[in-house]
């Protein structure tokens, strides 16, 4: 606002006009630029459980702005859930409520929101059980399966000559008509390749699931409530895949404290610490291992929170006999 004894001029107006412009071009550059380096970022190399964050809908919150890798996730809404209710896709089913066909996955055949079998287990879909069966494939005949519908293999495709197959190359690799492909960064696709395929991952190659694979809200959400941590396999990758299983807390959990008592700084505060069961992990601090069956040879480390990040070691590292001789 002009002062009451300045006089405004055409070429003061016009000087305060390019400036403010100059700072409109600025705060756009910045923004387009921290958008830029988001979208090379390879969530490959960024540590912790991404996929089953996201699955969750947890939002990552980063150090500052552009920063490839999250340094924790936001998942408090799932402090607001009804453990009287199920929840897929962020959305409310009632006890005895069908679940609906935009939520709903090609295999997820009559799905209901069922009551929880004791006081202490919250309300899940429970589904009709499928069993795909697959016949014989004459030799040099393939078949492509259909992405939207459940146990679909598609009818027996045979080529005159091998090299009449088409080919799809995705991420650098080759594929062939009616093998599924992943897609890097884009794990929630199902993909196939065939024939007209021309790198953009859009249907009819490509299906985006109607609801998140990983998540354990769907069939047990007392992991979420109960604080469980996701187990993956040593040669997974927690970052684009589903963990095989959780880890629960039981009497013999401890924490082994790896970060400084000494240290001062936000690695210590209450927002930036995983949670197992009703204990707390600091960034850098581990579980103790072989506690019960679901720990032999996993490795917990609180890594991103507020999850801790559960590996099965190598047998190179751990000897599972050592607990079941009859392995």
Not at 113 to 141: L, Q
Request: proline share 7%; glycine share 4%.
């Amino acid at each position: 606002m002009a002062k009451s004894n300045e006089v405004l001029t055409p070429c003061s107006i016009m000087s305060r006009y390019v400036f403010l412009v100059q700072i409109c071009v600025c705060v756009i550059f910045f923004v387009a630029v921290a958008t830029a380096d988001q979208e090379k970022c390879d969530k490959t190399k960024c540590p912790g459980p991404l996929r089953y964050y996201e699955s969750l809908r947890c939002k990552p919150v980063y150090e500052k702005e552009g920063d490839c890798c999250a340094k924790r996730y936001n998942c408090d809404h799932l402090k607001e859930r009804s453990k009287n209710k199920c929840y897929v896709n962020g959305k409310e089913y009632e006890i005895d409520e069908d679940l609906k066909a935009e939520d709903a996955n090609p295999c997820d055949i009559e799905c209901t929101c069922r009551r929880g079998w004791d006081d202490g287990v919250s309300p899940a879909f429970i589904c009709a059980g499928v069993d795909c069966a697959f016949g014989p494939i004459k030799p040099g005949c393939y078949k492509r399966a259909n992405l939207s519908r459940c146990c679909d293999e598609g009818k027996e495709i045979c080529p005159e000559k091998p090299e009449d197959r088409a080919t799809c190359v995705v991420d650098g690799k080759t594929y062939q008509d009616g093998e599924y492909f992943e897609v890097k960064n884009e794990p929630e696709l199902n993909c196939i390749c065939q024939p007209g395929y021309e790198g953009k991952n859009i249907e009819p190659f490509c299906v985006k699931s109607k609801r998140p694979f990983c998540s354990p809200e769907f069939r047990n959400p007392n992991d979420v409530y109960q604080n469980c941590a996701p187990v993956f396999y040593n040669d997974q990758l927690p970052q684009i895949d589903c963990h095989l299983s959780s880890r629960c807390q039981n009497s013999n959990d401890t924490v082994i404290h790896n970060h400084d008592d000494l240290k001062s700084g936000e690695d210590l505060d209450d927002e930036n610490v995983c949670l197992f069961g009703n204990m707390k992990m600091h960034i850098g601090d581990e579980l103790n291992r072989d506690t019960d069956y679901t720990s032999i040879c996993v490795k917990c480390i609180c890594e991103v929170p507020p999850v801790p990040t559960c590996q099965h070691l190598p047998n190179n590292e751990c000897d599972v006999t050592k607990y079941y001789p009859a392995f």
